[in-house]
């Protein structure tokens, strides 16, 4: 066997490898999300069975329904509106920076060959990547 078509099932060996490890690791998360979940519902339940946390838990209830009316109220104002809608229109332009900050940095990273860039104060940044599974919608057959 040369040493290409080694190379090659080597690789495909360790694909499948790191296949069945995701593939381990989703059906662990999963299972463990599960009986997160089943263990907060038990807690939950205890708290609520408790009569001096129910009540309190009434109280900051209704305690929140003032504060909510209260804030709904000062939002009615033109000037803490502008504010908010000015909050808002900066997060929306951070969030378009960063999508953009992350595309080139990733070209830069593929160009360059380096993971690390030093920025306008000196300050020598190291590029990072974070992946993660997301489930795919899935479409109706008709």
Known sequence: MDDTKKATDDGAEIILNLEHLIKSHITNIDKLKIEQKKQKEMLEDIFLNDPTYKQHLDKAKEAAKVKATTRAQIMKRSDVYQLSEK?????????????????????????????????EDGEVREIVYVAKLVKKPSRAKI
């Open 87 to 119: 909050i808002k229109d900066i997060h929306l332009q951070l969030k378009d920076l960063e999508v953009g900050m992350s595309d080139y940095l990733r070209e830069y990273a593929r160009l360059s060959g380096t993971n690390e860039i030093q920025g």
